[in-house]
């Protein structure tokens, strides 16, 4: 198994207490936030590639993390933008969506610089655009800012706030809606443990292929895994596991496998499996849960493969987390 490769903790720009601006409408504050993100945006060497910024847009949760037609509508808006601006090229969110879905990734993982740096060799970036999304009532609010991911470093944010226009009305809750859910939510977010990078990555090989761990995600009575997959025989190898892998933790408990997130790549699931290719990589996501999470750090993933050879075990010990910095 070979070590993995340790990435150094990001860094973040130096700025001022950040005031937000105000808009009266969308329009006005996707223009202002964009000059205030250009405005922060250092010149790029020539040696960097021709000198520009190559930058994608991550669809903007909200405070609690969630995914809406807001932030979906303002990140296109903001990608629009962008796209006008002499000496920016921008992705499609589309491509960036792509890319996440091969690499078993979500975009609110991106924090993580390793997996910034990543996913922007991936589409060819080197910068990641992303944020929050507020409903305050009257009005909404943007807090944006730059991953220069070639250099692992968060650019100064830039802040908006504007009018709630009827079509961000219809996109989404009412403040009403959004205060009773707030009220009924209970306890604050659970801590969230990430991969220890600093450790060998953790990993399983036969003569057929290796299996790598590329990301650990544990939040609550959830943990997500993203397996890398490579053959090893110089030719393609079919590849499929039984749908009932696990995982035991370090109090010796079990957590169940609630789904196999695979992007189209069925290799924990059902159907015929997947493929693998000499010189390729394939990933699978696989979502685990259990009654009792406690603080553990340290699992072991078991599978039973069904091909290359049936009810061969697979073990991945080793996958130790640690908790997520702010």
Known sequence: ????????????????????????????G?????????????DRDEEEGDGEWVLAVVDFPDLQGELSDVGRYLAQRITTGLSQIEGIR????????????EMGLSGQLLHDPALARRVGNQIGVNGLVFGTVADLGDQVELD????????RSFLPAAFIRFEREPLLAALAPTAGETREAAEGEGPPPPQVYVLDTSLPQPGYENESYRATVEV???AGRTLILVLAF?????????LLFRNNAYLIDDRGDRWSQAKADTAG????????????????????????TTEDPGESTSFTLVGKEISPQMDRTLVVSGVELRPELN
């Open 230 to 238: 490579e053959e090893r025989l110089g030719d393609v190898v079919r």
């Open 144 to 151: 944006v800012r730059v991953n220069d991911v070639q250099n």
């Open 90 to 101: 921008t992705v499609a969110r589309m491509r960036l969506q792509q890319a996440l879905d």
């Open 265 to 288: 790549m069925w290799v924990f699931c059902c159907g015929e499996g997947i493929e693998l290719i000499p010189g390729t990589k394939r990933r699978t996501r696989l979502v685990f």
């Open 216 to 218: 650990a995600h544990k």
């Open 30 to 42: 996707v223009n202002a936030l964009i000059e205030n993100l250009l405005a922060g945006l250092p």
């Open 1 to 28: 198994m070979e070590p993995a490769v340790v990435e150094p903790e990001i860094e973040v720009a130096e700025q001022p207490a950040a005031v937000p601006l105000t808009a009266q409408t969308v329009e006005d």
